[in-house]
């Protein structure tokens, strides 16, 4: 198991990587450092990368990822293919198939829509391409991601103490947005934060804990939790945990439109939606991340792969290729944390050893 450190980044010269990937634009469509990029183009030998980017709405991470990806691949004289999964279980099988095409010699990708990753397992072993997936494990793909479990129970419990503080947990509604096509991943995340706040408030009732589809998207969310307010039309003190920040935030600004955010708070996952300008106030925490170091690790074992010498897969969270360590932070925390790119900057000048985790996560 390895971390994301200042040697690593350093050494991937990712200080002009990322300021130069804030420059380019995310594909959605097929796009390439080189004429890789072109349908049926032949295959001159050249180590290749497929990168499909998950393509969800309301996630500027996930284009960064693509974009730091692609200034990797420059960094070695690779070839660069990015597509996007536009969040679509079928747009993510086709992309399997174009990577296919294109004999891409390793892909990478997060898909926001993992139930069609067993199908596309099967075309990738069939094709003898080995796999990277960020966050969302499947069985002989190299996993990169953090540690869910964990990340879930520190923001239950981050969660659960500003209950007991502000409402001496006097809590009228606990919601998990869910995103049970996650599987495993949801149940760590969503699940683990919803027993720490019940190990941190004993008392709420039982029935004080409901769920719904959230689909780990802030649009679905936000047509899917009226219903959950709508059936609960007492309920004053709210809490709200979910798969990511997208989920959780779809909740709170449902209940912004239906003027229930009197008194009501939402711990994230993800980081993805708790730092930049325009953060839900209440939204009061998340646990971060650090989503734009991902490529870094991932490319970290590409280098094996194209050295001859492949890494042994480790495919789950509890036994990860690369583990990201999670970082609970408060919304006002989360404020003093710098820009993604200011960020990465900071770590190439940090002692050798030093981690993002080091650096942002104070609490």
Known sequence: ???????????????????????????????????????????????????AVGGQPDADWQDLQGDVAEGLAKQRGWDFVELSNDNSEATATKNADIFIQKGVDVVMMFNGQPSANPVIAKKYEAAGIPVVTFDIAQPGWYFVGVDNAAAGTDGGTR?????????????????????????????????????????????????????????????????NAPGIFAAHPDAKNILVVGLNDQAVVGALQAATQLGRDG??????QDGGLITGPNVDPNLVGSVMYFLEGYPAGAFEIADEIAAGNAPAVKDTGDDAAVSVQPCAVTADEAAEIPSIDQRVS??????????????????
Request: charged content about 20%; glycine content about 14%; aromatic content about 8%.
């Open 1 to 51: 198991m390895t971390h994301f450190t200042r040697g690593r980044l350093a050494r991937f010269g990712l200080v002009g990587v990322a300021a130069a990937g804030l420059l380019l634009t995310g594909c959605s469509t097929v796009g390439s450092t080189s004429d890789a990029g072109s349908t049926g183009a032949a295959d001159d030998g050249t180590f290749t990368v497929g990168f």
């Open 263 to 268: 008194s009501i708070m939402g711990w994230g």
């Open 346 to 363: 900071e770590l190439a000048d940090a002692p050798k050893g030093t981690t993002e985790y080091d650096l942002y996560c104070k609490s």
């Open 159 to 223: 969660l659960g103490e500003l209950a007991k503080e502000k409402w001496d947990c006097k809590v009228d509604l606990v919601i998990s947005a869910e995103g049970t096509a996650a599987g495993q991943i949801n149940t760590w995340r969503t699940g683990n934060a919803r027993d720490a706040v019940k190990e941190t408030c004993p008392d709420i009732p039982e029935g004080n804990y409901v769920s719904y589809e959230a689909d780990g998207n802030l649009t679905t969310s936000l047509a």
